[in-house]
């Protein structure tokens, strides 16, 4: 058999490949499915579409990915378009997704609620709202420049309270990059500062044209703002999350701005009536004190102060009386014990005590000196004996009597004829110094 008959793998797959591509019936596919398989990768997306009986593989390009205003999840029903291809080097076909949306619901209502369900998990909704000044002076407004909003927000404004100053920073509030417009309007609002209010807002419109305000960046921009922001987005049935996370929603730009100024004709009448009160107040207060001041004036004692001092007079006179009899019984106590005391330290003196054993001191004292001038003696006396003792065996005592003591040059005492050498030096001892002599002769005495 001819082997040119056989195709490889290649270009099967490659012929297979040209057959999906060139079907009409597979360019553009719409197709319904639950996705599976999905994890959310940096780039492009691979997941799969099944249904109860059969699945297919599914990529989707991140430029199409992109477009996506909802986030797929694992489970959710889809509806895309696409078209059906060939995968050479792995030979299974796969969708290649251009668009998706959710199966039931709009697209844009599954990202507003993503959203506001991740914002609130986050507790971006819990926080505390600033509180809107009551009279600003400067209110910064973001919204287009060529709208209605801005032109209801001015006559409301010149109407209620024509001393506070508007500051339009122009937005775009629809269409692509008008989240991006909003949050750099924002941002720039807070970085001038000297704003007391911030109103954000647009006109009605479609779920479509209100989304720049259903974006998570707008969102934040809101919440980080340090100024307090008022929200008008659409008509008041209308609820985006600008309005959910912003300090105060109006249903109207008219309203916003109703919220954000008083009515001057009426601050200054509530000022007038203010006075009013306070002058009345004050008048009133004045009179009660004048009453007052004459009521007193008529008391008895403030028409004769001196009457107030005679009651304290009288108690001072008897204080002191009873201040002087107390000292004088003080006094007299104290003498009368001191008195006591000083008989009582009489019979206790130690002075006799003192003389007593004064005189038995010294006559221990002359005990004392009699037994050691005993002791003393009788020691002396042993002493001289022993000294006459030792005396009498000193070998001074012997020299006294004529005798001699010879040593030789080392003072070894010479006690033999032996220990003498003919010529040597001998060193004589005597009673009253030393004698050198030389040795001439030495006989020795045959009795020794």
Do not use: C
């Not at 998706?100 to 599954?110: C, D, I, S």
């Amino acid at each position: 058999m001819d082997n040119e008959q056989y195709l490889t793998v290649t270009a099967l797959s490659q012929y297979l490949k040209r057959k999906f591509d060139v079907d009409p019936y597979l360019g553009h596919v719409y197709l319904m499915g639950e996705i599976s398989n999905f994890r959310l990768r940096p780039a492009h997306q691979y997941f799969s579409l099944k249904d109860d009986k059969a699945k297919i593989s599914a990529i989707m390009f991140k430029s199409n990915f992109e477009k996506v205003k909802f986030k797929p999840e694992e489970g959710m029903k889809v509806l895309v378009q696409g078209r059906i291809s060939l995968y050479e080097p792995a030979g299974s076909y796969q969708i290649y997704v251009d668009t998706m949306e959710p199966a039931g619901l709009g697209a844009l209502y599954v990202a507003f609620e993503q959203l506001k369900k991740k914002l609130s998990q986050q507790g971006v909704f819990d926080l505390p709202k600033k509180p809107i000044p009551q009279f600003p002076k400067r209110i910064a407004v973001v919204t287009s420049e060529s709208g209605a909003v801005i032109h209801d927000i001015m006559t409301t404004v010149a109407r209620r309270f024509p001393i506070v100053q508007l500051v339009l920073y122009p937005a775009q509030v629809q269409g692509d990059g008008a989240a991006e417009t909003i949050v750099e309007q924002l941002k720039r609002i807070n970085e001038d500062g000297g704003f007391d209010t911030i109103i954000i807002g647009r006109g009605g419109g479609s779920i479509e044209d209100l989304w720049p305000f259903n974006e998570e960046i707008v969102a934040q921009a809101i919440v980080q703002s340090q100024i307090p922001v008022i929200s008008s987005v659409g008509h008041e049935t209308d609820t985006t999350i600008a309005d959910l996370v912003a300090d105060l929603r109006a249903a109207t730009p008219t309203a916003a701005a109703e919220l954000a100024t008083p009515v001057l004709s009426e601050t200054l009448q509530h000022l007038q009536d203010l006075h009013t009160r306070l002058y009345s107040a004050q008048n009133n207060l004045i009179a009660q004190y004048q009453d007052r001041v004459q009521n007193l004036s008529q008391n008895v004692f403030l028409q004769h102060p001196e009457r107030i001092y005679e009651v304290y007079l009288q108690k001072v006179d008897g204080l002191e009386n009873r201040l002087s009899q107390n000292l004088a019984n003080s006094l007299n106590r104290s003498k009368t014990e001191l008195i006591q005391y000083a008989n009582r330290l009489v019979r206790v003196s130690p002075r006799d005590q003192i003389y007593s054993y004064n005189n038995q001191v010294n006559r221990q004292y002359q005990i004392l000196i009699n037994n050691i001038n005993k002791i003393i003696n009788k020691n002396r006396n042993v002493f001289n004996s022993q000294v006459a003792t030792l005396d009498s065996l000193s070998p001074l005592k012997t020299l006294s009597r004529g005798f001699a003591i010879p040593t030789n040059q080392k003072g070894k005492v010479l006690t033999k004829a032996s220990d003498y050498q003919v010529d040597q030096t001998v060193n004589l001892r005597v009673r009253d110094g030393n004698v050198k002599l030389i040795t001439k002769e030495i006989s020795e005495d045959n009795n020794g």
